[in-house]
Nanobody, 123 residues
Framework: QVQFVESGGGLVQPGGSLRLSCAAS????????IGWFRQVPGKERERVAC????????TYDDSVKERFIISRDNAKKTYYLQMNSLKPEDTAVYYC????????????????WGQGTQVTVSS
């Protein structure tokens, strides 16, 4: 079983940057995909980005493409989401989770959710 702890959120102005961290503990993640998600109160959770440890491919939602970058530090068992050119619509609670083998497009295929970290983009 794997568990995650998200951190790095905060309040930033539009156009600013943040780097979120997702620290993993427990089982090896060598054959899993790690996804970053976000959720606004009253709306469904959506996948923002994903990286597959099986084939090293990355996937981004169109809303964050060319602005966000997902990466990892295998030695620290930590995953990152670098967020640049932030917009007010990026405001949400951000989570990380795992899926088996590859980056699934279905939120229901992921598990191991942490408590999330709040990102607020406002003037």
């Amino acid at each position: 079983q794997v568990q995650f702890v998200e951190s790095g959120g905060g309040l930033v102005q539009p156009g600013g940057s943040l780097r979120l961290s997702c620290a993993a503990s427990g089982s090896s993640l060598n054959y899993y995909a790690i996804g970053w998600f976000r959720q606004v109160p009253g709306k469904e959770r959506e996948r923002v980005a994903c990286i597959s440890n099986s084939d090293d491919r990355t996937t981004y939602d169109d809303s964050v493409k060319e602005r966000f970058i997902i990466s990892r530090d295998n030695a620290k068992k930590t995953y990152y989401l670098q967020m640049n050119s932030l917009k007010p619509e990026d405001t949400a609670v951000y989570y990380c989770a795992v899926a088996a083998l590859y980056c699934s497009s279905y939120v229901s295929h992921y598990n191991g959710w942490g408590q999330g970290t709040q990102v607020t983009v406002s003037s």
